[in-house]
Nanobody, 118 residues
Framework: VQLQASGGGLVQAGGSLRLSCVAS???????????MGWYRQAPGKQRELVAR???????NYADSVKGRFVISRDNSRKTVYLQMNSLKPEDTGVYYC??????????WGQGTQVTVSS
């Protein structure tokens, strides 16, 4: 299984981006039960979980993104999304998707770079 994240870019503070992550090579019965998460690795910092979604679509968010980010999933497409609104410079980093806990579906992949300018 490859976890292919996309949708990042350069945006001004206050802007929005929508990230997508496809679990290519997986099958529905493998993907759909998994808790999926979006992780962020800021420059010089450890990777952190910023949002997660269960198979029942219960969501949880890190305090730093609560109220601004929305995670969703489409099991038929084996895809997880992250809608990011009101972006701040501190949201800058490489964003990855993976299972929670990580590694149950596959490796990290390359992630997608998000850069928020002030």
């Amino acid at each position: 299984v490859q976890l292919q994240a996309s949708g990042g870019g350069l945006v001004q503070a206050g802007g929005s981006l929508r990230l997508s992550c496809v679990a290519s090579g997986s099958i529905f019965s493998t993907f759909s039960p998994k808790v999926m998460g979006w992780y962020r690795q800021a420059p010089g910092k450890q990777r952190e979980l910023v949002a997660r979604i269960t198979s029942e679509r219960t969501t949880n968010y890190a305090d730093s993104v609560k109220g601004r980010f929305v995670i969703s999933r489409d099991n038929s497409r084996k895809t997880v999304y992250l809608q990011m609104n009101s972006l701040k410079p501190e949201d800058t980093g490489v964003y990855y998707c993976n299972s929670d806990p990580a590694g149950l579906l596959g490796d990290w992949g390359q992630g997608t770079q998000v850069t928020v300018s002030s």
